[in-house]
């Protein structure tokens, strides 16, 4: 403020002096040098501030300040208060909007492999994959163990009014238990960061596992909600149950964190049966095979013509990738080990 505060002042000085100077065709005078010398000290300051932090953009336009006289730095200065005010604001560009921030955030220009605008913030093209679709799909752990049973019995239960609320809507089913699906990644991964403070040791990679899984999840919940539009009470029925889930479950990771695994491994199971449901409505015609959205093309890499039946796939297969993931963090568990003690399995979807 005090800067500016003095700036106005000594424009204001320049100003007048120019006039008189118009008038008379005289030397400047000593007012005008000493103002000249100390707007031109504040532009020299200014370029070092914008350099420390890191800034491109109007440096250039400083640098030439530096060389002109104080009176056309003051003119620049208004121009671009005038008309380059709301540039500095906003820019678009692919439909976002960019802000020019004093803290020196700012995205650099991203282009997909073909030189196209990279359009998403959500993710960037280096965290994008393909599907492993290879992976066994019908793998299943057979539960022995008490708290195996308890974990299946558990997720058996869960799926009797899943089944009755949605039926064989498999659209808005896969949409509304990928509200739920990304939360256990989240709970996990937080409670073992956590831990990590806490103890001062490392997770064996387990934070970031976790955390990529939910990640993932929501990045599958992205998807459908291109494909599905929740109506109010589909809306209203997600926060009830989010609020309920994240609270249960967050209880049970720090009790049992095997069993919480357990039943993720069994959820992670009940939803690759989902997706093949929604593969067989989809061949067998009764669910419209549209071109797949944009976003899911970009995220799992798939060709510019894929369908609703490729993104299901890959979405099926990044679930078999969870299913595996979550019952070997149980079964290590379950030997008496901790997870860090094992290799976490980062960036595997
Ligand atoms: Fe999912
Ligand atoms: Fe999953």
Redesign the pocket.
Known sequence: MNQLLARSVIRGLITASNSSRQMSSSSSSPAVAAATTILRRFDEAAVVRDQSLGFGYGGGARWGRMMSTAVEAAAETRDQKASGAVDEKKEKEGGELMVSSYWGISRPKITREDGTAWPWNCFMPWETYRADLSIDLSKHHVPKKFLDKVAYRTVKLLRIPTDIFFQRRYGCRAMMLETV?AVPGMVGGMLLHLRSLRKFEHSGGWVKALLEEAEN?RMHLMTMVELVKPKWYERLLVLTVQGVFFNAFFVLYMLSPKLAHRIVGYL?EE?IHSYTEYLKDIDSGAIENIPAPAIAIDYWRLPKDATLKDVITVIRA??AH?RDVNHFASDVQFQGKELKEAAAPLGYH
């Open positions: 699906a999840e992670e939803a990044d679930e969870h």
